[in-house]
């Protein structure tokens, strides 16, 4: 378990493990995209799971990522996590009125006086 924020997560080692060597990043690091303040959830409502499932899109580093997790007990259970593909891009930056800067890392302006406050107001 891991405290990012005051938040705790958890994942299992062995999966976080694999999506380093494959992906090139563990859960610890895609726990940040959960303090992304444009981050969008949504219900993952395409099976039943057992338990209430979600998918998170969030910024680390101006690179998007999408992550599934389950709330479990007091804590965020990270399932697995993967670099957004272009359809998501696009719903981001529509959502977030163009601010997703594509990978780049020079710092974007936001204009948007919403988006002083953040994304989801």
């Known amino acids: 378990m891991n405290y990012t924020h005051s938040i705790r997560f958890e994942w299992d080692e062995a999966k976080s493990a694999k999506c380093l060597k494959e992906r090139g990043f563990d859960f610890a690091y895609t726990a940040q995209a959960f303090f992304d303040p444009c981050r969008m959830i949504f219900a993952d409502t395409r099976r039943n799971y057992g338990e209430d499932r979600y998918q998170l899109l969030g910024k680390i580093d101006w690179r998007l990522f999408a992550v599934a997790y ?5 804590a965020i259970r ?11 891009v696009r719903h981001y930056e529509n959502r977030t009125h163009g601010h997703y800067s594509g990978g ?3 710092p974007v302006r936001r204009t948007h006086r919403s988006c002083t406050r953040g994304c989801n107001d």
């Open 78 to 88: 990270i399932i697995s996590a993967r670099k957004a593909n272009q359809r998501e």
């Open 70 to 74: 389950t709330p479990r007990h007091a």
């Open 104 to 106: 780049s890392r020079v």
